[in-house]
């Protein structure tokens, strides 16, 4: 652990000649507000803040290819409506169910319950996996129909939103595997369990991230036309 | 009085040299990976325009080196109009995406972002190393884009890959321009050269290039916002940082739009969607669904390509520049011995330039066939944009103003940098005008345009970067008398280049055009595509100066005597030359100033570092500043 | 340094003004809203001309003017810049740029915002790579039904007409353009294959043909004669050579040319595009 000079000195605030109120001056000199003598944050919370913007730029994907799907079947004199397979109904109900188990996990580890927390973390894997599957049958129901990515504009976006979410899934399933596989080294030092932690909360901000998405693009497939 | 800081020295230095220099997670050695790429990719956009220059100047002449070369391309020597096409393609692409976004972004903001905030490294190492090799896996594939042509050579091998990796007839890489309008983009071989294989892989290296540049500004982003050290508040940070930082967002939020759009292509392309392909179309004398080659499509929008792509393609421009206006103002000041003229203001600019980046993008499409009323309010915003802008340029004349100016190569630039940014963006006003659109889109008017402000004004950007920063990166000064040759002949250069080029605008000459023989109104030109020639060719020639000054500096240039020859305040020129594998030798420093405090009266230096404690800043709040 | 950099600067700013004095300019236009149009062109390159001009000679006399001259002791002026220009200056921009853009709308409005008037001139525009099909609905005025699966480039039915049908039997189909002059004409743009731009220079006049869509966009043209159209969007290898020609003739030669059938149409026109001459500025 390396050493960081610091001064109980704050900055010069002085209002120069003339500094009268309202508009701030164009010095750049720094705000006057004294978090400019706050500590550098903490290492946990960049995973939280790095997780939050990823997921800003997932959303614009998303955004993206959902304006597509509405310009689309907006002007297309083509669109035929996919029945929907029954089974995704399943599909919803196991990635609901496995963002609850998550945020039990999380709240073990934040109490330190740490075998809890595998628990947990284990069952959610395996209702993630659940769903994973539940969309492949999707896709081979579908499939067995004689509906493929290019049968019909409705059936390509539905192959294509449902497999780039199912990837961005399988990232999560990958993350989560992770931290199971750090939960079993257990450690007492704080530093490392804080970001344990952290980790931990940005995973789990991903999956229900995925889950609120999911949710969105079943309505989007389904209840749009 | 100390404390622990748990964030110094998370990862030790490597001490093997491919964990040194070549899997490196130090983002200094990244922000030199990503400068070495960009100075190869640009030569081959170099060469590129030089290719072409050559075929609209001395149009049938044969170059028996290009045969040689390009066998298909180049029969006899002679350039195919579909050789010119890709080479405008594959210079356009090469361009925009491996040498505008990744030098300046990549390249510098890398290296230096995390020293000038005060981190020892980015928030996420490995994905910044990640973000590196995934570029360069773009960069690669965009190369084979050129040599998958026909069936020979390298073809052979990816023709064996399947169906979708066999060329067109005759071609040497996609044909599309930068921007690979649908459908003629997304129809596949059928509809003609350049559509084939290397389309596919165009698709795709860009597609790759959009994830690289996410985990680039990923982490951009939480490193500016969660690593700043002790004193560095947002209004403290150079103003390089806050470029760095607003591309980054701009980044962001853009390139998932164009990597939407470049997944729908590929579907089209190769599964037979119809998401770009409308119904009933005819080509090459076959009706969509009658043939094998040429399926059934129905229903699809050529416009919605038009709009992903343009959603990121103009915020594109300014990732493009705005890390040239962070380092000219930083620059600038820096030489003038004076602090930036309205640091708020040109923070407020970067900023309302990054928003309002994202609601202009129907600019580019007055004439596409979209609702002529959103073509006004796109028209109008477009206009708006220009305002912030022009507060740049006023805020670096008045940084000038009254300064004391050391004319340093790297000052030379960014003075250039001022000047082409007001040569090339002035005309925006004209292009951003739906009606003088309607003479003006797709001619030279608009290639000046935008090669001056985002082509070369970024570049003299990132000249000026390098002649700045690479005493600091290297320990060695860069040649100042090359230096000042490459800057003459450049500066001078691309006035030749791209003053002429908006006549021919004028005049009617269309982009795009591989001959100009074929039509009676152009012939009045032929002295100006000449003269353009003429000095491309000469310009790029004093770029070999450049690259010859690069490699010459590097192991002989003159040594650098103390960590801060240029007599700067930020935080870079606080630390050892090069800075240590954790920036900062484990004592992250402390910030007290902002960062332009030159010519502090009463100081005893005429600037003061943003880490001296012990200096007296007269005022912190500027209103005073302009009294004499 | 300083002065030899203002110098040049100022230097290139001079040649650069003067060669958009040198006589190359914009074709003569032939069209009613190109006065209009020219006109705001040269507002705004006037406005960019003096923008330029100005702030180029403002970066060389700072040059000039601040260089460092080496007398020891003397520091910069200590300054962190003024609010007060910075209002003024962003106002000042705000206001000429946004009626600059404003003003940049009228033409465009004047064009695009509504339909054609009653009793246009029509036209049907069929771009296909590297040719332009122009379909003329003849005497009855009325435009003979086309579908894509007629389409056969082999037997010469670029547009896909239905000779089945009453309309098509006095339609014409010639690769060239014939148009009144005088007399709104509205064109139904479309395209087979890629998208293409129809391009008359002369006519300060362009529109994308999307595949797809039929754009209808319509002008008046006031001069007699031949001019070159170009395609002015890359559609592929041959896209520099897909030209035609807009002839825009007096009323009686339009009127006996619509009168005409098919074949003897196109040996009109032929006779037509060779009695005009290409203009010479």
């Known amino acids: 652990m390396a050493t960081m000079v610091t001064s109980t000195r704050r900055p010069s605030t002085k209002k120069g000649p003339g500094a009268g109120p309202g508009m701030p001056g164009p010095n750049g000199n720094g705000s006057k507000r004294k978090d400019a003598f706050r500590e550098p944050d903490s290492r946990g919370n960049r995973y939280r803040i790095g997780m939050w913007v990823a997921l800003a730029s997932i959303a614009m994907m998303f955004t993206s290819l959902s304006s597509a799907y509405i310009v689309r079947s907006g002007t297309a004199n083509d669109w035929v409506p996919l029945a929907m397979p029954r089974i995704l109904f399943a599909s919803t109900a196991l990635i609901l169910i496995s963002s609850v188990t998550l945020e039990f996990a999380r709240r073990k580890l934040k109490r330190s319950l740490d075998s809890e927390y595998t628990k947990y973390l284990l069952t959610t894997a395996l209702l993630g996996l659940g769903f994973l599957i539940s969309q492949v049958v999707a896709w081979r129901q579908l499939a067995a129909q004689g509906v493929y990515v290019s049968s019909h504009p409705h059936s390509s976006f539905f192959y294509l939103l449902t497999g780039a979410h199912a990837v961005h899934l399988l990232g999560g399933l990958l993350a989560l595997t992770f931290l199971w596989l750090r939960s079993r080294h257990r450690t007492f030092e704080p530093a490392l369990a804080g970001k344990k932690q952290a980790t931990a909360d940005a995973v789990t901000i991903y999956w229900h991230f995925m889950d609120g998405l999911w949710i969105y693009l079943f309505l989007l497939l389904f209840l749009w036309r | 009085m100390s404390e622990t800081h748990e964030g110094v020295h998370r990862h030790p230095a490597p001490t093997g ?312 103002s930083h620059i600038l000041a820096t030489f003038a011995r004076k602090p930036v003229f309205g640091y708020r203001a040109m923070v407020f600019a970067i900023f309302a330039i990054g928003l309002l980046g994202f609601f202009v993008w129907g600019h580019h499409m007055f004439m596409s066939g979209m609702s002529p009323y959103s073509a006004i309010a796109f028209s109008v915003l477009t206009l708006s944009i220009g305002v912030p802008s022009a507060v740049k340029t006023f805020n670096w004349l008045g940084t000038l103003w009254g300064g004391r100016i050391r004319f340093t190569v790297a000052m030379l630039f960014a003075l250039g940098f001022v000047s082409l940014f007001v040569a090339g963006g002035i005309t925006g006003l004209i292009l951003g005008q739906s009606s003088l659109d309607l003479p003006m889109h797709d001619t030279y008017l608009v290639t000046a345009h935008f090669h001056l402000v985002m082509g070369v004004a970024s570049i003299f950007g990132m000249f000026a970067a390098l002649y700045f920063w690479f005493p600091k990166m290297f320990g060695r000064f860069m040649s100042e008398s090359l230096g000042r040759i490459h800057f003459w002949l450049t500066f001078i250069g691309v006035y030749a280049i791209f003053v002429p080029m908006h006549i021919m605008g004028i005049v009617g000459m269309p982009r795009r055009f591989s001959s100009f023989t074929e039509y009676e109104y152009l012939r009045s030109l032929d002295p100006l595509v000449m003269l353009v020639s003429v000095a491309a060719i000469i310009t790029i020639g004093a770029q070999l100066l450049f690259y010859f000054n690069v490699v010459w500096s590097v192991f002989k240039g003159k040594r650098v005597e103390n960590d801060n020859p240029w007599e700067a305040t930020t935080l870079e020129w606080n630390t050892a030359t090069p800075p240590p594998h954790d920036n900062f030798a484990g004592v992250l420093p402390v910030v007290y100033h902002g960062p332009y405090e030159f010519a502090v009266p009463g100081a005893p230096r005429d600037y003061v570092m943003q880490t001296d404690m012990e200096a007296e800043v007269p005022s912190g709040n500027g209103h005073n500043g302009h009294k004499h | 340094m300083g002065r030899v950099l203002a110098v040049i600067i100022w230097i290139l700013t001079l040649l650069s003004v003067l060669l958009f004095f040198s006589g190359w300019w914009f074709p003569e236009a032939i069209s009613e809203h190109a006065p209009a149009l020219d006109r705001q062109f040269l507002i705004t390159i006037i406005v960019v001309g003096l923008s330029f001009t100005a702030a180029q000679i403002g970066l060389g006399w700072m040059v000039w003017k601040y260089r460092d001259t080496g007398k020891p002791g003397e520091r910069a002026l200590y300054s962190h810049g003024s609010n007060r220009l910075e209002v003024l200056w962003t106002v000042i921009t705000a206001v000429v740029f946004i009626t600059l853009g404003v003003m940049g709308q009228s033409v465009w409005a004047s064009l695009r915002l509504h339909d054609a008037p009653p009793g246009s001139y029509q036209v049907s525009v069929v771009a296909q790579q590297f040719q332009w099909n122009f379909h003329y609905p003849g005497k009855d005025g009325k435009f003979g039904r086309t579908d894509p699966t007629l389409i056969d480039d082999s037997a010469l039915n670029f547009v896909g007409l239905d000779p089945g049908d009453a309309a098509s039997a006095d339609d014409s189909v010639t690769a060239a353009l014939a148009i009144p002059v005088n007399r709104p004409v509205e064109l139904r743009l479309r395209s087979k294959d890629v998208i293409h731009n129809f391009w008359v220079p002369q006519l300060r006049f362009k529109q994308d043909l999307v595949p797809g869509m039929e754009i209808k966009v319509h002008f008046t043209a006031n001069r007699v004669g031949r001019y070159e159209l170009a395609c002015a969007e890359l559609c592929g290898q041959l896209h520099f050579k897909m030209k035609s020609y807009m002839l825009v003739l007096p009323e009686d030669e339009i009127q006996q040319l619509q009168a005409l059938p098919q074949a003897d149409f196109q040996t009109k026109m032929t006779e037509l595009l060779a009695k005009y001459p290409l203009p010479t500025k």
């Open chain 2, 17 to 328: 040299f491919i964990r040194k220099y070549i899997f490196s997670i130090d983002h200094k050695v990244i922000g030199i990976q990503y400068i070495m790429l960009a100075l190869v990719a640009v030569l081959v956009g170099m060469a590129m325009s030089l290719l072409m220059r050559m075929n609209l100047s001395w149009p049938g002449t044969s170059w028996p080196i290009l045969e040689t070369l390009f066998p298909t391309g180049a029969p006899g020597g002679v350039m195919t109009p579909e050789f010119y096409l890709s080479l405008v393609t594959m210079h356009g692409t090469i361009m925009v995406f491996f040498v505008l976004t990744t030098a300046p972004q990549g390249g510098f903001g890398n290296y230096f972002l995390p020293i000038q905030i005060g981190a020892e490294d980015m928030a996420f190492p490995v994905l910044n190393m990640l973000s590196f090799w995934v570029t360069l896996v773009g960069f690669i594939v965009i190369l084979m884009a050129i040599f998958v042509e026909g069936n020979q050579g390298l073809g052979q091998w990816f023709a064996a890959l399947g169906p979708s990796f066999t060329g067109g007839s005759g071609t040497v890489g996609p044909i599309g321009g930068w921007t690979g309008y649908a459908p003629l983009s997304a129809l596949g071989k059928i509809a003609g050269p350049g559509q084939g294989a290397g389309m596919n892989l165009w698709v795709i290296s860009i597609a790759i290039f959009c994830v690289g540049s996410l985990l680039g500004a990923l982490n951009f982003i939480t490193t500016l916002l969660n690593m700043r050290t002790k004193g560095m508040s947002l209004m403290r940070m150079p103003l390089t940082c806050w470029a760095w930082f607003t591309t980054a967002v701009l980044a962001l939020l853009s390139f998932p739009v164009l990597l939407g759009g470049g997944i729908l292509l590929l579907l089209d392309r190769v599964a037979n969607t119809s998401f770009f392909i409308p119904g009933g179309l005819y080509v090459s004398g076959l009706l969509s669904g009658t043939n094998p080659n040429f399926p059934l499509h129905t229903g699809g929008s050529p416009i919605l390509w038009q709009h992903l792509f343009w959603f990121f393609g103009h915020p594109e421009v300014y990732i493009a520049i705005l890390p040239g206006m962070g380092a000219t």
